[in-house]
């Protein structure tokens, strides 16, 4: 039989698909702290640091931890409780209540509640619990009427917005100021190559994540629309 992963691995798993959404906010400071404790390999960090969709940076960030055995995954479960990282992701919260039982107890009682878990599952799918039901939506592409609605409530840290969460460069955020005079035509040409970057991820839920973390995140009433179906 297959020896069973340890349980900070078998826990950062479970966690994997919240964490991207989460982190992803700013994939650039989670990988800067993470390469601050030595989570990752020197061959490992310029691999990651070298992808420039952030989704995928943090994806790629957690396989290697991952890859690298328990120390490295506790290491990051560790490092996701820091007061700089809540901070910064207050989303990050849960982390903090989650519980690593690294007995063989614990680990049974773990795989107990994954089989749990997974018959609720084929019974009824699962549905996220913080969101209302109206708002457990969004995986459709965003669409312009959108995008430029979204563009009228970005103010004048659009720059910041455009290189911190939307990973556009200062190159192009500055042709796009050449390109267009009016303060929203620029807002709504950086959301655009956005869109146009990130192809079939372009969805309204992944731009309502980046724009819901940092200090530039929108007011939530600005951008729930997002979230909507109608």
Known sequence: MAEQPAA???LLRSQKATLIEILSGDADFVLQH???RSLLSLHGYQ??????????????????IIQRGPEAAKGLLELLKEKDLQETFPRLDFIKHLQVNTSSSGTKA???????????????PELPEPLP????????LVNEKQLMTVARAIGKCWREIG??????SSVKLEQI???????????????????????????AAHLHSLLSQGEWALPSESIDFLLRTD
């Open 47 to 64: 691999q990651v640091k070298a992808c420039r969709i952030p989704s995928e940076k943090v994806t790629d960030l957690l396989d290697h």
């Open 34 to 36: 993470a390469d601050a």
């Open 163 to 168: 290189r911190s969460a939307l990973d556009v």
């Open 8 to 10: 900070e691995i078998q």
């Open 110 to 124: 773990m795989k107990e509640k994954e089989k749990t878990r997974a018959t609720k599952r084929k019974q009824a």
């Open 133 to 140: 039901s109206k708002q457990i939506n969004g995986s459709h």
């Open 177 to 203: 100021e050449e390109d267009h005079s009016l303060h929203v035509e620029r807002v709504f040409a950086m959301l655009r190559y956005w869109q146009t970057c990130q192809r079939k991820k372009a969805t």
